[in-house]
């Protein structure tokens, strides 16, 4: 899954492809980090198999991770130019939330699996824009797109959107 998400990220930005409705290296980080926050979470969840209150929650969280293309897709983030990382970031929290609100139902607070994954959910999103848009963001993205078409393709503007058929 790892290898894959970032192998198909890195195909897209040497392509010139990102979506338009986020910078093109935005879109890198955003995806690696995601993924990797997707399989910190998973690691987690596993080593924790043993203890299954933390174990299904931190795994949950993961996975909810892995929702943001699904709601990139639903809602209309073209017309959310320039919050259509935060507006996707903001449905993929809608996952956390169930589960804090069906622990506070449960046992009247919230286990600390759920802090722990949604904090990571949360520190991530940040980190995207923090690191997309400093020189090392700039950097990564123009060590991957070195002599590829997405080298021609300004790392912190919005591409056109594609042409009308």
Do not use: K
Not at 7 to 18: F, H, I, L, N, S
Not at 20 to 44: D, H
Not at 60 to 78: D, Q, W
């Amino acid at each position: 899954m790892v290898a894959v998400g970032i192998a198909t990220t890195v195909a897209m930005v040497r392509r010139g492809a990102a979506p338009f409705f986020f910078e093109p290296g935005y879109f890198l980080v955003m995806n690696y980090l995601a993924v990797l926050g997707f399989a910190g979470l998973t690691t987690a969840a596993i080593l924790l198999r043993r203890r299954t209150d933390w174990h299904r929650r931190l795994h949950f969280c993961g996975m909810a991770m892995l929702t943001a293309p699904a709601f990139g897709r639903l809602l209309p983030a073209p017309l959310m130019i320039p919050y259509a990382s935060w507006g996707i970031f903001a449905a993929t929290m809608i996952w956390p939330a169930i589960a804090i609100a069906a622990d506070l139902r449960r046992t009247g607070r919230v286990h600390l699996g759920l802090w722990w994954g949604a904090g990571t959910m949360v520190v991530l999103q940040c980190a995207m824009s923090v690191i997309a848009f400093s020189s090392l963001g700039v950097g990564l993205y123009g060590a991957v797109t070195a002599g590829y078409p997405g080298a021609a393709v300004p790392p912190l503007d919005f591409p056109p959107p594609p042409p009308m058929p």
